[in-house]
């Protein structure tokens, strides 16, 4: 094992003067509502045409439920287009709402540099290859809220740099090539595409994925989410903010990953994944080594080590080392659909699920129930900021088919105990996956892929609880279903979910199959209440 401490410095890009001539005044891009019509548009954008976009998170129960893409260009220079992406919903092909409208900007392929800033009121001064745009963003009413911007670069070596101010949501899409992004105040996700990048996080909640290559990825002062992917990446975290949480993974390659400083009580969770390692943490931490040999380094009593025999571990008197192995389980409980940048990402949540003590028997479950109904879960992408699951089985498809609703099914056909019998079990089941989205600021992407996978558990044995339960949050009441997948009590009669004769019969899911479970291994804090 060669492993050392590179210097960030080695890995450095120059960055550009961006700044505009005095006598340049900004064009404005005015962005328009989905409903809005008028002589640059003759019809409502709700509409089904030639040029429609099917999403790839399409419904895979209800086929009268569609959801399109229409994409309405606003101006078109030389290197770079501005146009909106308008995500709806359509019902037996008539549209019945939007669901999303971006405005984007896309530079072409060759070097660009792409800065945006504050502007008046609510809207924003790009400058591209130091040319001055004003983006008039939607907001809301009360302007609370804008518009999200997507940053698209295609090929070159592009810099992208968000100013400190901005607090805008803002999605940066990095094409081929060695590219830089900087995060400003706002939500922001950086994708950094093949090739060495540098991404850099900012003071708002951000996640980084650095994709193909040698990537340096560098947490901000706000909440993060660090992954490596392919590549021989290095990722760092200094001071933040005074609750800040982070996540690493480093994905496939021999990673470097440190913690300079972590001032809060809330530990930082670290998985190296593949390859050889080197893990340095600073303040509180929950490390996960990986698959293969590494090095860990940890200076704090606050930290609970998961690592092999093999691994070098070196660590304070008062912190803790947990012996695991990685295990080879989850390949045929699951099958992973998508794109190669989606297919990578879920394989690197799996990555860490094969070495946490609940992620195994969470996967090594789904296995034993994929050849029990002869039948794995598929993980698809969804590219909304949710997660779901999807029940199916034979009975259910040809009952749809015949032109019946599920709301016409008996509770124990879709899963459901009933008179403490396990319902019907799924053999043809779907989780759809975001791996930029998170349920909150204490857990990462993969807390929500193990949220839907605890609902695959039940819906591979059946045993779904009916009904509902009031909380004080929620008088109303809140799924027992969802409650049970969190890992939350539930008012439901109890249940054997193990099947054995020993085992005490629970109104929840047990602790390996709960999002709860994996949340307590990882030591951050739990949900109380599903909504």
């Known amino acids: 094992m060669n492993v050392t401490s590179p210097s960030l410095n080695q890995h450095s890009i120059a960055l550009p003067d961006t700044t505009p001539t005095a006598s340049q005044a900004p064009i404005e891009i005015s962005a328009r509502r989905s409903y809005y019509v008028g002589r640059d548009r003759p019809i409502d954008f709700l ?5 429609s976009k099917l999403t790839p998170d399409q419904h895979p129960l209800d086929s009268t439920q569609k959801k399109y893409i229409n994409t309405d260009v606003l101006r ?77 670069t295609n090929g070159g070596d592009d810099c992208v740099l968000i100013d400190p101010e901005v607090k805008n949501a803002i999605r940066i899409e990095l094409g081929a090539g060695n590219d830089y992004a900087r995060a400003g105040a706002g939500d922001t996700r950086l994708y950094g595409g093949a090739g060495d990048d540098m991404l850099k996080l900012g003071s708002g909640d951000g996640i980084a994925f650095g994709n193909d290559g040698n990537d340096v990825l560098i947490a901000g002062t706000g ?42 009580q809330i530990p930082t969770v670290l998985h190296g994944g593949k390859g050889e390692n080197l893990i340095v943490t600073n303040g509180p931490a929950t490390i ?5 040999k590494n090095i860990v380094r940890s200076d704090n009593d606050n930290t609970v080590i998961y690592a092999k025999p093999s691994d070098d571990v070196h660590r304070t008197p008062g912190s803790q080392r947990v012996h695991t192995q990685h295990s080879e389980v989850g390949k045929s409980g699951y099958v992973i659909e998508g794109s190669a940048e989606f297919v990578q990402n879920v394989e690197d949540d799996m990555e860490l699920l094969r070495i946490s003590r609940q992620g195994k028997r969470m996967l090594g479950t789904a296995d034993a129930a994929a050849q029990r109904n002869d039948s794995p879960v598929r993980i698809t992408e969804l590219t909304e900021d949710n997660g779901s699951y999807y029940f199916s089985n034979a009975a259910i498809r040809n009952h749809l088919e015949a032109g019946h609703s599920m709301d016409t099914l008996a509770p124990a056909a879709q899963g459901f105990i009933t008179h403490q ?51 004080p949050e929620n008088p109303d009441g809140e799924p027992n279903d969802e409650r049970q997948a969190v890992g939350l009590f539930t008012v439901a009669q109890p249940f054997n979910f193990v099947g054995h004769p020993a085992a005490e019969p629970s109104t ?18 739990l949900r109380t209440t599903y909504t």
């Open 76 to 152: 078109h220079d030389k290197h770079v287009k501005f146009y909106q992406e308008i995500a709806y919903m359509s019902e037996n092909g008539k549209p019945i709402g939007s669901s999303s409208n971006e405005l984007v900007i896309e530079t072409g392929n060759r070097a660009d540099k792409v800065t945006i800033k504050k502007g008046p009121g609510h809207s924003l001064i790009a400058t591209i290859n130091n040319k001055p745009y004003q983006l008039n963003l939607l907001t809301s009413p009360d302007g609370s809220e804008s518009q999200p911007l997507r940053i698209r």
């Open 223 to 264: 909440n993060g989410v660090l992954k490596g992917n392919n590549g021989n990446d290095r990722m760092q975290a200094g001071k933040g903010s005074a609750d800040r949480r982070l996540f690493m993974d480093g994905g496939d390659g021999h990673d470097f990953m440190i913690v300079t400083r972590n001032d809060t």
């Open 47 to 51: 509409y089904l045409s030639s040029h």
């Open 508 to 525: 929840t899911n047990p602790k390996p199959f709960s999002e709860n479970g994996f949340r307590e291994e990882m030591r951050r804090p």
């Open 288 to 292: 996960y080594t990986g698959r293969d």
């Open 421 to 471: 019998q396990a319902g019907a079990v799924a053999t043809g089941a779907q989780i759809q996956y975001n791996p930029s989205y998170s349920l909150d600021a204490d857990s990462a992407p993969v807390n929500a892929l193990y949220h839907e996978m605890a609902h695959a558990y039940n819906g591979a044995s059946g045993t779904f609880l009916a009904g509902s339960t009031a909380i």
